[in-house]
């Protein structure tokens, strides 16, 4: 996808979460979502963040209390973001900043796209909600994901497997067939094992080694 498709995407996206949050009970917002520690509140919080990022200042003084360790980094600030705003207030965050292309300086749209895919999934598999990603969004952001080292390591969690999909032109590795909707794909690449087995076919779905919730995305 070129940029414009991809932020056109992504602010689809955003509206989407919005209305399936909005639609939650206070029950639900607590709940927990496919990332460990991470509650549907938190999520909703870690997306509505992306196009306002802390300023530098900010952002330095949270990594150094998280040690230096990303993934704690970016859970604290969530948190933190979520316990300061109402379920409501997150809600029209997401839809004020919906359109934003403003970026994280660590990040570029690329990763946005992917992100805002997964966790809107990391909310609705827990809660049995369908939320269905756009087809192509899906397809660019399975191709990033396989592409990146850290933090997901796709390629070498995944090696002596042949990922295709069944919806979409999209096919990745070697050896073991895996087949399966890209959306659930994109689970897969991203850690999300035990919410990617159920849609997935193949001898490769064998050869998959079970895996904790991964702690962010």
């Known amino acids: 996808m070129d940029p414009e498709a991809s932020w056109q995407a992504i602010t689809g996206m955003r509206l989407r979460l919005a209305d399936l949050l909005e639609s939650l009970g206070e029950a639900d917002w607590e709940s927990p979502s496919l ?23 900010a952002m330095l003084a949270s990594a150094v209390r998280a040690g230096g360790r990303f993934h704690v980094l970016n859970h604290d600030v969530a948190v933190r973001h979520a316990a300061a705003r109402s379920s409501a207030r997150l809600v029209a965050e997401l839809r004020e900043h919906a359109a934003s292309r403003r970026l994280p300086v ?47 390591w ?15 032109e999209w096919a990745a590795g070697r050896g073991a067939a895996l087949d399966g909707p890209v959306e659930a794909l994109v689970l897969l690449l991203t850690g999300r094992v035990a919410a990617a087995v159920p849609r997935l076919t193949g001898p490769g779905r064998a050869l998959l080694r079970p895996a904790g919730s991964p702690s962010s995305g």
């Open 35 to 57: 990332c460990a520690g991470w509650r549907v509140r938190d999520v909703a919080a870690h997306v509505a963040l992306a196009p306002q990022p802390p300023g530098m200042p």
């Open 106 to 152: 660590v990040t570029n749209y690329r990763n946005i796209l992917f992100d805002v895919l997964v966790h809107s999934q990391d909310v609705a598999v827990p809660l049995g909600r369908e939320l269905p990603a756009p087809r192509d969004a899906a397809v660019a952001a399975a191709t990033r994901v396989w592409a990146m080292g850290w933090p997901f």
């Open 154 to 168: 796709a390629r070498r969690r995944l090696r002596g497997l042949r990922l295709t999909a069944t919806d979409a």
